[in-house]
């Protein structure tokens, strides 16, 4: 084999190495390919998701600001509770004192 024959024979191996490759790049991106249709769904799913998180974000804020509200609403039903059962205390106290007043003066 002398020289011309054997850049003639590497010539075609790399032309043929090349087209092989090309052909695999091709059918690679013809079977990869997404479609429009397919990247328009996905696009909705992602607003979908969005608006999902959205509305769950503004839950957790309107759960937290409720659970505040009745926290805040249990502590004042709590300290009036504790305001009347005082205000009972003092009363059946002054009314046993009544009694034990009305008593002695009755045994007189």
Wanted: glycine fraction near 2%; include cysteine; charge should be negative.
């Amino acid at each position: 084999m002398n020289r011309t024959e054997f850049v003639v024979a590497t010539a075609i191996i790399l032309f043929v190495a090349f087209c092989m490759g090309w052909f695999a790049n091709w059918l690679l991106h013809r079977f990869t390919r997404v479609s429009k249709a397919d990247v328009d769904q996905l696009e909705l799913m992602s607003q979908e998701l969005h608006d999902a998180e959205e509305t769950r974000d503004q839950a957790i804020t309107y759960l937290q600001q409720r659970e505040a509200e009745l926290t805040n609403q249990l502590a004042q039903a709590e300290a009036e509770l504790g305001a009347a059962m005082e205000g009972l205390r003092d009363a059946r106290q002054e009314a046993e004192e009544l009694r034990s007043y009305v008593e002695r003066i009755n045994q007189d």
